[in-house]
């Protein structure tokens, strides 16, 4: 799965088993489990994840799915965007060791960063929240007809269901759940896939955006 990048996965495992641990940013019952239910379970949403496009990792915590994904797919951009100091450290200091170059820690919430981070084709998000805050969250990071891509467990189709009213004010124009991983993960990994139009959003976020824009070029020609 992760071919010449195979030794820092597994550094990265030790990390995560280490210091990950150390700082309670994964739990020590989930050592043992760390190649199937993490890393492996992260890295195969990348049959998700279109070709070249730039990714924000929502929430990103220990840096699942962002750093799996950035070990087996170098050709994105990606962003892994937490508010939490200690989780910053952490994974700025995993971005360094293992030479993720096209990797870029970001400190804050994700309604606190419009404006600040370009918007990007791809949010990705695991084990945030539940779908209707996360896409609140999420889909405004996003650029027009770009997508969320939620991994989830057992309660995506009822998640989905739940959200329905939401995603569509958000400006979702089309929802589907994935399994992705045949043949390296088992169970499957659940995705859940938000695909927005012209407006992610929605109405609600409109003028938000365009005041970042604006404060955006303000900024610039100072």
């Given at each position: 799965?992760?071919?010449d990048?195979?030794?820092?996965?597994?550094?990265y495992?030790?990390?995560?088993?280490?210091?990950?641990?150390?700082?309670?940013?994964?739990?020590p019952?989930?050592?043992?489990?760390?190649?199937?239910?993490?890393?492996?379970?992260?890295?195969?949403?990348?049959?998700?994840?279109?070709?070249?496009?730039?990714?924000?990792?929502?929430?990103?915590?220990?840096?699942?799915?962002?750093?799996?994904?950035?070990?087996?797919?170098?050709?994105?951009?990606?962003?892994?965007?937490?508010?939490?100091?200690?989780?910053?450290?952490?994974?700025?200091?995993?971005?360094?060791?293992?030479?993720?170059?096209?990797?870029?820690?970001?400190?804050?919430?994700?309604?606190e960063?419009?404006?600040?981070?370009p918007?990007?084709?791809?949010?990705?998000?695991?084990?945030?929240?539940?779908?209707?805050?996360?896409?609140?969250?999420?889909?405004?990071?996003?650029?027009?007809?770009?997508?969320?891509?939620?991994l989830?467990?057992?309660?995506?189709?009822?998640?989905?269901?739940?959200?329905?009213?939401?995603?569509?004010?958000?400006?979702?124009?089309?929802?589907?759940?994935?399994?992705?991983?045949?043949?390296?993960?088992d169970?499957?990994?659940?995705?859940?896939?938000?695909?927005?139009g012209?407006?992610?959003?929605?109405?609600?976020?409109?003028?938000?955006r365009?005041?970042?824009?604006?404060?955006?070029?303000?900024?610039?020609?100072?």
């Open positions: 799965m992760f071919g990048r195979f030794a820092d996965a597994v550094r495992a030790e990390l995560l088993a280490e210091a990950g641990v150390q700082r309670g940013l994964i739990g019952r989930e050592v043992p489990r760390l190649w199937e239910r993490h890393l492996l379970n992260c890295a195969v949403l990348s049959e998700a994840v279109p070709q070249g496009v730039t990714v924000c990792d929502v929430g990103s915590g220990a840096g699942l799915p962002g750093i799996p994904l950035a070990l087996v797919r170098d050709d994105l951009n990606i962003t892994l965007l937490e508010p939490l100091l200690r989780r910053t450290n952490f994974l700025t200091e995993v971005v360094e060791l293992l030479g993720l170059d096209h990797v870029t820690v970001m400190r804050g919430r994700a309604e960063v419009m404006g600040k981070l918007p990007v084709h791809v949010v990705t998000a695991r084990a945030v929240a539940p779908l209707d805050r996360l896409a609140t969250w999420g889909i405004p990071l996003l650029r027009p007809y770009g997508e969320m891509l939620a989830k467990g057992d309660t995506a189709e009822e998640e989905l269901k739940a959200a329905a009213t939401a995603l569509s004010k958000l400006g979702a124009v089309e929802t589907s759940i994935l399994h992705v991983g045949e043949g390296v993960v169970p499957l990994s659940t995705v859940v896939r938000v695909e927005v012209e407006s992610p959003g929605g109405v609600r976020f409109a003028a938000k365009a005041k970042a824009a604006r404060t955006g070029r303000t900024r610039r020609r100072r």
